[in-house]
Antibody, heavy 117, light 107 residues
Framework: QVQVVQSGAEVKKPGASVMVSCRTT????????IDWIRQAPGQGLEWMGW????????KESQRFQGRITMSADTSTSTAYMELRSLTSDDTAIYYC??????????WGQGTVVTVSS | DIQMTQSPSSLSASIGERVTMTCRASQSIGTSLNWYQQRPGKAPELLIY???SLQSGVPSRFSGGGSGTDFSLTITSLHPEDFATYSC?????????FGQGTKLEIK
């Protein structure tokens, strides 16, 4: 059974960084990519970036370039997303999802990130 | 970026009713359109991919249609668990983009 499990909630101060992890089980990690998608309170879904589980290639949304770092550890089938220079606008639920090329077919449970002084 | 516009933004319906919601792309995307269901407090789940293909395990009361710029999601005979927010997403070109969602509420 394919599962995607994310790390727990975070509270950060403005200017800080946050790292969210995304541990996958039940499939060959190298056969799929992982996407990062966020949802601000009361808002729609916003795609942030993608990392290949095969070779670590990355695609990023222009909105986050320079502030986001994605990585993957194939030995533990875990993807990571770090977002830097946080502001209150980054308060959101952050999701990772398995990328099937045509759709995001398995999602993590979400990680709540709150940015507050 | 391709803009995705969903309508209506909210919809009230009763158990057993049939509902249809729409998604429009700012340019032609063929059939590279996916629908996700998000229940309150939960992560999104893939419902339909390729505009009309049902994801494994999704009940047959859900159906999707359309191509080019105009797409629809229809739910026949609403069940209590169907009251959720539905979002469309285009996978035609980078970056992938989502609509703002249609919230389906119980009347």
């Amino acid at each position: 059974q394919v599962q995607v499990v994310q790390s727990g909630a975070e509270v950060k101060k403005p200017g800080a960084s946050v790292m969210v992890s995304c541990r996958t089980t039940g499939y060959d990690f190298s056969d799929y990519g992982i996407d990062w998608i966020r949802q601000a309170p009361g808002q729609g879904l916003e795609w942030m970036g993608w990392i290949s589980g095969h070779n670590g290639n990355i695609k990023e949304s222009q909105r986050f370039q320079g502030r986001i770092t994605m990585s993957a550890d194939t030995s533990t089938s875990t993807a990571y997303m770090e977002l830097r220079s946080l502001t209150s606008d980054d308060t959101a639920i952050y999701y990772c999802a398995r990328d099937r090329d045509d759709a995001f077919d398995v999602w993590g449970q979400g990680t709540v990130v709150t940015v507050s002084s | 970026d391709i803009q995705m516009t969903q309508s209506p933004s909210s919809l009230s319906a009763s158990i057993g009713e049939r509902v249809t919601m729409t998604c429009r792309a700012s340019q032609s995307i063929g059939t590279s359109l996916n629908w996700y269901q998000q229940r309150p407090g939960k992560a999104p789940e893939l419902l339909i991919y390729g505009a009309s293909s049902l994801q494994s395990g999704v009940p047959s009361r859900f159906s999707g249609g359309g191509s080019g710029t105009d797409f629809s999601l229809t739910i026949t005979s609403l069940h209590p668990e169907d009251f959720a927010t539905y979002s469309c997403q285009q996978s035609f070109s980078f970056p992938p983009t989502f609509g703002q969602g249609t919230k389906l509420e119980i009347k």
